[in-house]
């Protein structure tokens, strides 16, 4: 079973102490919100990046750019 470290700070003492169900399960549920989370802010920075590479193909070659694209040009 999982543990957790138990530190008291005026005594300086530290316990291990093994995790409760409850405690197991919100951790499981914790990682999966985590999960969602980071793959939704990967998905935004992926799709950020995608439309950096465009707006800046764009500007070399001379065409003009979507008001999306730049938007992403200003700082």
Do not use: H, Y
Request: a negative charge; glycine letters at 2%.
């Amino acid at each position: 079973m999982p543990n957790k470290l138990i530190v008291d700070c005026s005594t300086g003492v530290t316990t291990e102490v093994e995790l409760t169900a409850e405690e197991i399960a919100q951790r499981e549920i914790d990682a999966v919100a985590f999960a969602e989370q980071e793959a939704e802010r990967q998905a935004q920075a992926d799709a950020l990046a995608a439309l950096k590479a465009s707006a800046k193909a764009k500007l070399v070659a001379g065409e003009p750019l979507t008001a999306e694209e730049a938007d992403t040009l200003v700082i």
